[in-house]
């Protein structure tokens, strides 16, 4: 079991940059890949980006690719989303989650593939 704390969000103008960071606890922070979804309103978690348990992998869904950078500090327990270049449609509450890779058998870019999840923090990017 762990438990997943994000922070970091808040108002934003286009072109800026946030920092997300996702503080993790309760377990064995170097054996779980992270994830970050974000979702608005009205509609399904929307996959952002991941990296595996030490690093080496990551992945970035189209939107975001060249702009948001995912990162995990093992030694510090926390994951974190470096995002540049912000646009509005990036408005949303960013979710971090944490997997077991080798007990999931769903993707790592899908909402199902994440046993753990945090509460969510809000950015919004002002045009």
């Known amino acids: 079991q762990v438990y997943l704390v994000e922070s970091g969000g808040g108002l934003v103008q286009a072109g800026g940059s946030l920092r997300l960071s996702c503080a993790a606890s309760?377990?064995?922070?170097?054996?779980?890949?992270m994830g970050w979804f974000r979702q608005v309103p009205g509609k399904g978690r929307e996959f952002v980006a991941r990296i595996s348990r030490g690093g080496a992998t990551t992945e970035y869904a189209d939107s975001v690719k060249g702009r948001f950078t995912i990162s995990k500090d093992n030694a510090r327990n926390t994951a974190y989303l470096q995002m540049i270049s912000l646009k509005p449609e990036d408005t949303a509450v960013y979710y971090c989650?944490?997997?077991?890779?080798?007990?999931?058998?769903?993707?790592?870019?899908?909402?199902?593939?994440?046993?753990?999840w945090g509460q969510g923090t809000q950015v919004t990017v002002s045009s």
């Open positions: 989650a944490a997997r077991r890779s080798e007990l999931t058998p769903n993707p790592a870019n899908s909402e199902g593939g994440y046993a753990y």
């Open positions: 309760g377990g064995t922070f170097s054996m779980y890949a």
